[in-house]
T-cell receptor, first 114, second 110 residues
Framework: AQSVTQLGSHVSVSEGALVLLRCNYS??????LFWYVQYPNQGLQLLLK??????LVKGINGFEAEFKKSETSFHLTKPSAHMSDAAEYFC????????????FGTGTKLQVIP | DTAVSQTPKYLVTQMGNDKSIKCEQN?????MYWYKQDSKKFLKIMFS???????INETVPNRFSPKSPDKAHLNLHINSLELGDSAVYFC?????????FGQGTRLTVV
């Protein structure tokens, strides 16, 4: 079984401030972890992913995330928020091996204040 | 080229009608999905197909019937539409390292 928990359904940051969106996962086998972004009235776009190898992964638009197995976490960060970062962010997990069911967290809405 | 395309983008229909949403992927992936996103933005998997074979059916009412004529297509047919079916439906495909999503179909049942 696999699950994802995103802490904070709404996060507000000032423009230029650090963005930190939290994600914790549960998986009985080594996970593949993802962050997706959804802009209003649009589909989901893959921001970044961790499968194997380096635990710090960089994605598009200056975002990065670090896989911490000991903490079962995959938090998303960006050093300096832009207004264009305002969107809904979803953490997701696929358990490696077996059928590839993508399980999503409940999403975090990021608001960027000018 | 659109990797995962679904049609229509918007669908407004009356209760009791039957409607279909089509999905096609040109990524050569073996696995395709249908997800439902409700008004609170929660994404819930409905079905997963692997190489035309149904793998996951997440307790979806049998009014929903997916059909996969080939590996690149996964269509969703919905019978006797109900108000509660109003949502955004996303098609996706995957080859293990992340799923690619279509732009969604916003279904409104009136």
């Amino acid at each position: 079984a696999q699950s994802v928990t995103q802490l904070g359904s709404h996060v507000s940051v000032s423009e230029g401030a650090l963005v930190l969106l939290r994600c914790n996962y549960s998986s009985s086998v080594p996970p593949y972890l993802f962050w997706y972004v959804q802009y209003p009235n649009q589909g989901l776009q893959l921001l970044l992913k961790y499968t194997t190898g380096a635990t710090l992964v960089k994605g598009i638009n200056g975002f990065e995330a670090e896989f911490k197995k000991s903490e079962t976490s995959f938090h998303l960060t960006k050093p300096s928020a832009h207004m264009s970062d305002a969107a809904e962010y979803f953490c997701a997990v696929i358990s490696s091996g077996g059928y590839q069911k993508v399980t999503f967290g409940t999403g975090t809405k990021l608001q960027v204040i000018p | 080229d659109t990797a995962v395309s679904q049609t229509p983008k918007y669908l407004v229909t009356q209760m009791g009608n039957d409607k279909s949403i089509k999905c096609e992927q040109n990524l050569g992936h073996d696995t395709m999905y249908w997800y439902k996103q409700d008004s609170k933005k929660f994404l819930k998997i409905m079905f997963s197909y692997n190489n035309k074979e149904l793998i996951i059916n997440e307790t979806v009412p049998n009014r929903f019937s997916p059909k996969s004529p080939d590996k690149a297509h996964l269509n969703l047919h919905i019978n006797s539409l109900e108000l509660g079916d109003s949502a955004v439906y996303f098609c996706a495909s995957s080859q293990g390292e992340g799923a690619f999503f279509g732009q969604g179909t916003r279904l409104t049942v009136v």
